[in-house]
């Protein structure tokens, strides 16, 4: 179905600046289609060791007010029937792709931030992600598993297969039917890896964007499929058996699946569906500061907080070792005992008159009280981006807050550079003042 309608927004915002308002049969094909949006299924995995933002899906657009559209932390393109959904960055392109070089080591190419910048950058990301994903699965070799057929003959070939030769004996023939397991490489895995390649490579359209590593292990699985085999059923996918060496080739095949179902960049759709493919935006600045952050941290510990196997919790129980209330902070800096920094990552606009949720309030002074006492006072962050168009908020200005209990540590509310250099230099003046304090207290 040939596209005609275009509606455009940005993260974080309303319709790009310039664009039409929305007309009545707009108006309602978005009221149709928010309400039917599930992010998680449609989301590009920027890391998949990351499990915080899993079970915290936001809506991709929420309803104002005074009746109008916001789009939140996702960027990429939504189909349904002949409409588009395309949310944009507001940060730009290249700012977005300047994150995902320095978090993922990922060079984007020119054209990504060119025309059509939302489809390319998402399919390089896409790809990226697929590349990675394979290249740790191939590590052990081939996507080999075992198939079960049978046979029927006067001898049996591995297992007897009870059940199947009753009838044949009922019949008085003398075959039996017995099952064998071998390996196959032939199997709906690898089918879903070659078919959400060719997607890939048509999307991509550019030399040398699988890696040598893939370059030379692509062949090897068309040659036991053919070019253009049939894809899997979900179905399938689910009944295959991994041993413990493929196990990393499930999360492979879940995601060629979602490729070569054309569930990206240049999809279609009926008009009873939707599809598409999205970023969030709050991952990829997370992981972002993260690699600031380790840049500046210099003989500090930087510890991931979303993938670390931590054991602090809110509250214990009274009698028993019953805990409740796990607590993940994005960045743990020091030692996680007795940490001199916690550090939340926040993809949202720092503004007055409300500049900082409730729940985000209660979410660092949560950290800040399971992480103080005995002399430990860790400085708490929330780290904002710092956007073109943001005023200083009087939560920023007056900072660092004080906890009301006064044991406890600060707390502070914060917007970043976005560029790399200013959010490295940034964060080695917090940390500097961090050291400072540190070696007063242990001077005195």
């Known amino acids: 179905m040939r596209i005609r309608e275009r509606i455009v927004y940005q993260d974080l915002g309303g319709l790009v600046p310039g664009t039409k308002n929305l007309n009545n049969a707009e108006n309602?094909?978005?009221?149709?289609?928010?309400?039917?949006?599930?992010?998680?299924?449609?989301?590009?995995?920027?890391?998949?060791s990351f499990t915080k933002h899993q079970d915290q899906a936001e809506p991709v657009l929420t309803r104002q007010l005074d009746g109008t559209w916001r789009a939140g932390r996702y960027i990429g393109e939504i189909r349904s029937g002949n409409t588009i959904l395309e949310i944009r960055p507001r940060l730009g392109f290249p700012i977005i792709a300047a994150w995902a070089s320095a978090a993922l080591n990922l060079k984007i190419v020119p054209r990504a931030a060119g025309k059509n910048g939302t489809s390319f950058l998402i399919a390089e990301l896409q790809a990226a992600a697929w590349r990675r994903a394979l290249v740790d699965a191939a590590r052990h070799g081939m996507p080999a598993i075992?198939?079960?057929?049978?046979?029927?003959?006067?001898?049996?070939?591995?297992?007897?297969?009870?059940?199947?030769?009753?009838?044949?004996?009922?019949?008085r023939s003398p075959n039996l039917v017995s099952l064998t397991q071998p390996k196959v490489v032939d199997n709906p895995v690898t089918r879903v890896i070659v078919l959400a390649d060719r997607v890939l490579n048509t999307r991509i359209q550019r030399a040398g964007w699988?890696?040598?590593?893939?370059?030379?292990?692509?062949?090897?699985?068309?040659?036991?499929?053919?070019?253009?085999?049939?894809?899997?059923?979900?179905?399938?996918?689910?009944s295959v058996r991994y041993s413990p060496i493929t196990q990393p080739y499930k999360a492979v095949a879940d995601l060629s699946w979602l490729i070569a179902k054309n569930k990206g960049p240049q999809g279609d759709s009926s008009t009873d569906t939707h599809d598409g493919v999205l970023l969030d935006v709050a991952e990829l600045w997370e992981l972002f500061l993260l690699h600031c952050l380790r840049a500046a941290a210099d003989d500090l510990t930087v510890t991931h907080g979303t993938t670390a196997d931590l054991?602090?919790?809110?509250?214990?129980?009274?009698?028993?070792?019953?805990?409740?209330?796990?607590?993940?902070?994005?960045?743990?800096?020091?030692?996680?005992?007795?940490?001199?920094?916690?550090?939340?990552?926040?993809?949202?606009?720092?503004?007055?008159?409300?500049?900082?949720?409730?729940?985000?309030?209660?979410?660092?002074?949560?950290?800040?009280?399971?992480?103080s006492g005995g002399g430990i006072r860790p400085r708490g962050i929330l780290a904002y981006p710092l956007l073109p168009d943001s005023a200083m908020s009087s939560a920023e200005a007056n900072g660092p807050w004080s906890l009301q209990w006064g044991g406890g540590g600060t707390a502070e509310f914060l917007r970043l550079p976005i560029e790399a250099a200013g959010c490295i230099d940034r964060f080695t003046k917090i940390l500097s003042s961090d050291r400072d304090t540190?070696?007063?207290?242990?001077y005195s």
């Open 28 to 48: 309602k094909w978005l009221e149709e289609l928010a309400p039917r949006l599930d992010p998680t299924s449609m989301l590009v995995p920027i890391k998949y």
């Open 146 to 171: 075992r198939a079960t057929e049978h046979h029927v003959g006067p001898s049996v070939r591995g297992r007897l297969d009870v059940p199947g030769t009753v009838p044949y004996r009922a019949r």
């Open 210 to 238: 699988r890696g040598p590593r893939i370059d030379e292990f692509i062949p090897h699985l068309r040659a036991a499929t053919g070019p253009r085999p049939a894809l899997p059923t979900r179905r399938e996918l689910r």
């Open 311 to 371: 054991s602090t919790h809110l509250l214990h129980a009274a009698t028993g070792g019953q805990k409740l209330g796990r607590l993940l902070p994005d960045f743990i800096v020091g030692d996680d005992a007795a940490p001199t920094a916690i550090i939340d990552a926040k993809y949202k606009r720092l503004n007055d008159p409300f500049p900082v949720n409730r729940e985000d309030l209660y979410q660092l002074t949560s950290y800040l009280a399971a992480h």
């Open 438 to 442: 540190v070696d007063r207290h242990n």
